[in-house]
C-alpha cells in the first residue's frame, strides 16, 4: 500500500504558525508517514525573512545541520561494516567506531576546529574531557573523526553520500555543497556567526575566523563551513521529503542489512546519562520524546531540525529556528507537541485505512 499525501494537518499547521507567532522560526516544512510513504505534509511560513521575505514551500531546502550524523555519516560508517572494511570494535586514532558512534569517546562536546588549522590534530590533541567510556558526551568532534576515517575508506565524502547514499535512494534534492542556483529555495539561517562567535569567546578561545552578513546557501555550521561544506558533523542540505526518504530507508532496511540496522538503532548506553544508539539518539523522556516508544529513534539538529522513527512512523520537522538570531527556543516543547499531533492523525488514518 502507498500512503495517501493529505494537504496538510490544520491541527499541526496551527501549531507551527502559532510558534512563527511567537518568534520560534520563521517557517517550517513537515512530513508524517510510515515506511509505505508521507501520509501528511504542510509548509508555513518564511525561509528567509530579512532582508528579504521568501515563503516557504514543501520544495524549500533546510540546512540540516546535526541530523546529518545518522543519515549520511553513521550510515557511511555502518556500510563499511557491512562490507567487511571495518568493524565497530576497530580503532581509528584511538577510539573504537562504536564509541565515536555513541559519543561514549569522552571527547569535549565542542570545539572550533578552524581556529587551530589542522582539525584532526586539534580534535585529537586538545578533545579528550573525560575518560573514554564513563559516560555520553555528545560531540561534534565524534563525527569529525569519522568523517576523517571515512575519506581513506571512501575518499571524497560527499561523493561518497551522493553515490551511495542519496542516487540509490532517488533523491533530487538532499545534497552536500547544494550549488548556487539553488539558494533561492534554501532556508537562511543566522546572519553573521555570531552564536559560535560567542561560544568561543565563552571558552576564551582566540579565532580571527568569522562570518558577516546572512548564512544563506552554505552550512551554517563553522566547522563544516571551513572544512569545504561538512566535515561529518553536518553539512546535509535537504527538504522534508528527503529527509523523510533518509528515514524511510531505515525502515525498508534499503541500505543496510536488517540486523546492523537493529544493532545500530538500540540503546548501547543504558548505564551512562544519556540514551545513544550508533549515530542515532534514543528517548530519555525529554519534553520532546516522551511520548515516544522506548524503541524510537531519531536524532535533532541545531538550525531548528528533527527526524523521529518511532514503531513504523515517521516524524519529520524542519525549521530554520536560527534565522535571523540564534537566540534560545523552546524546541524541545515545540518537538514534543508536534509528535504527539502527528502521531494522533496518524493513529486516525491508520483507523481510516482498516
Excluded at 500512503?3 to 501549531?15: E, F, H, P, W
Excluded at 510513504?37 to 518564511?46: L, R, S
Excluded at 570545539?111 to 564513563?134: H, K, Q, T, V
Excluded at 553573521?192 to 551554517?220: F, N, P, V, Y
Aim: hydrophobic residues 40%; charged residues 20%; aromatic residues 8%.
Amino acid at each position: 500500500m502507498t500512503a495517501t499525501v493529505r494537504s496538510g494537518s490544520s491541527a499541526i499547521r496551527g501549531l507551527l504558525t502559532r510558534e512563527i507567532d511567537l518568534g520560534s522560526f520563521p517557517g517550517a516544512v513537515w512530513a508524517v508517514g510510515t515506511a509505505d510513504g508521507i501520509a501528511d505534509e504542510g509548509a508555513v511560513g518564511h525561509a528567509v525573512s530579512v532582508p528579504l521575505r521568501l515563503k516557504t514551500t514543501l520544495d524549500t531546502i533546510y540546512d540540516c545541520a546535526s541530523i546529518t550524523k545518522p543519515l549520511v555519516t553513521g550510515m557511511l560508517v555502518l556500510q563499511a561494516v557491512a562490507e567487511g572494511r571495518i568493524s565497530l570494535d576497530g580503532a581509528f586514532h584511538g577510539y573504537t567506531y562504536r564509541e565515536l558512534l555513541t559519543h561514549t569517546t569522552g571527547l569535549r562536546a565542542w570545539l572550533p576546529l578552524y581556529a587551530f588549522g589542522d582539525y584532526l590534530e586539534a580534535a585529537i590533541e586538545r578533545g579528550p574531557e573525560i575518560p573514554r567510556g564513563s559516560d555520553v558526551i555528545y560531540s561534534d568532534l565524534n563525527f569529525v573523526l569519522l568523517w576523517y576515517a571515512l575519506r581513506e575508506i571512501y575518499g571524497d565524502f560527499a561523493e561518497a553520500a551522493r553515490s551511495r547514499i542519496f542516487a540509490p535512494l532517488g533523491l533530487r534534492d538532499a545534497y552536500l555543497r547544494p550549488p548556487a542556483s539553488l539558494k533561492p529555495r534554501i532556508a537562511a539561517t543566522e546572519w553573521g556567526q555570531r552564536w559560535e562567535a560567542k561560544m568561543c569567546a565563552e571558552r576564551k578561545i582566540a579565532c580571527d575566523r568569522s562570518r558577516e552578513g546572512l548564512i544563506w546557501g552554505e552550512t551554517h555550521d563553522g566547522n563544516s563551513h571551513y572544512a569545504g561544506g561538512t566535515a561529518g558533523n553536518a553539512g546535509l542540505f535537504a527538504t522534508a521529503r528527503e529527509v523523510f526518504r533518509l528515514a524511510q530507508a531505515w525502515l525498508r532496511a534499503e541500505l543496510l542489512p536488517p540486523a546492523l540496522i537493529a544493532e545500530a538503532t538500540r540503546n548501547h548506553t543504558s548505564t551512562l546519562s544519556d540514551a545513544r544508539g550508533l549515530g542515532w539518539q534514543k528517548p530519555t523522556g525529554s519534553a520532546a520524546t516522551q511520548m515516544l516508544s522506548p524503541d524510537a529513534y531519531g536524532h535533532t539538529g541545531f538550525t531548528g531540525t528533527s527526524v523521529w522513527v518511532d514503531g513504523g512512523r515517521i516524524y519529520v520537522l524542519l525549521t530554520n529556528r536560527v534565522h535571523p538570531c540564534a537566540a534560545p527556543v523552546a524546541m524541545q516543547r515545540i518537538r514534543g507537541e508536534f509528535h504527539s499531533l502527528a502521531g494522533g492523525l496518524l493513529g486516525r488514518l491508520h483507523g481510516e485505512a482498516l
